[in-house]
T-cell receptor, first 110, second 113 residues
Framework: GQSLEQPSEVTAVEGAIVQINCTYQTSGFYGLSWYQQHDGGAPTFLSYNALDGLEETGRFSSFLSRSDSYGYLLLQELQMKDSASYFCAVKDTGGFKTIFGAGTRLFVKA | DVKVTQSSRYLVKRTGEKVFLECVQDMDHENMFWYRQDPGLGLRLIYFSYDVKMKEKGDIPEGYSVSREKKERFSLILESASTNQTSMYLC????????????FGPGTRLTVT
């Protein structure tokens, strides 16, 4: 079967760094994406990794290790507005279909 | 800015009714997707389309059908709504076969009673 595993909840303090892990088991792999979703809002794209290594976009970074079927999203200098759900997603080999994880709820405390 | 709009934010239907959810995107994207989102299950793909009149089943197509007569519009149809189809439905679009960024609409919260 195809599955993505990520923690259901993470809590961190404002100004801290938090890492959200994602392991995947899929029949094909084209790339790993991360999306953010605030309560009542639509998912919005954060980052994409097709190759091994770290991609940095401002306070957010994303890492991929294809040999380990593993990736993570790193959020630095946490702000209250970062409280949201974060989804990892794998794009399959055909390049169309995307499989999403169940999401990680991040709570940022003052 | 890419804009994906969905016909309703909230919808209440009765069991057995035929339900139409409409999605329109304004960026000439080739690909369009329908997902449902349930607590603890993430987003699950129902159907997607990579071209006008083309459709492919996703992971949970049972009980649903789709229509894409124009490039900008992708409709999800519940032929006979059931209570287990109560959910948040999200439409998304992306620009090409390898496009990794999907743009999502605001969602339709469907309740079937």
């Amino acid at each position: 079967g195809q599955s993505l595993e990520q923690p259901s909840e993470v809590t961190a303090v404002e100004g801290a760094i938090v890492q959200i892990n994602c392991t995947y088991q899929t029949s094909g792999f084209y790339g790993l994406s991360w999306y953010q979703q605030h309560d009542g809002g639509a998912p919005t794209f954060l980052s994409y990794n097709a190759l091994d290594g770290l991609e940095e976009t401002g306070r957010f970074s994303s890492f991929l290790s294809r040999s380990d079927s593993y990736g993570y999203l790193l959020l630095q200098e946490l702000q209250m507005k970062d409280s949201a759900s974060y989804f990892c997603a794998v794009k399959d080999t055909g390049g169309f279909k995307t499989i999403f994880g169940a999401g990680t709820r991040l709570f940022v405390k003052a | 800015d890419v804009k994906v709009t969905q016909s309703s934010r909230y919808l209440v239907k009765r069991t057995g009714e035929k339900v139409f959810l409409e999605c329109v995107q304004d960026m000439d994207h080739e690909n369009m997707f329908w997902y449902r989102q349930d607590p603890g299950l993430g987003l699950r793909l129902i159907y997607f389309s990579y071209d006008v009149k083309m459709k492919e089943k996703g992971d949970i197509p049972e009980g649903y059908s789709v229509s894409r007569e124009k490039k900008e519009r992708f409709s999800l149809i519940l032929e006979s709504a059931s209570t287990n189809q109560t959910s948040m439905y999200l439409c998304a679009s992306s620009s090409g076969q390898g496009a990794y960024e999907q743009y999502f609409g605001p969602g339709t919260r469907l309740t079937v009673t």
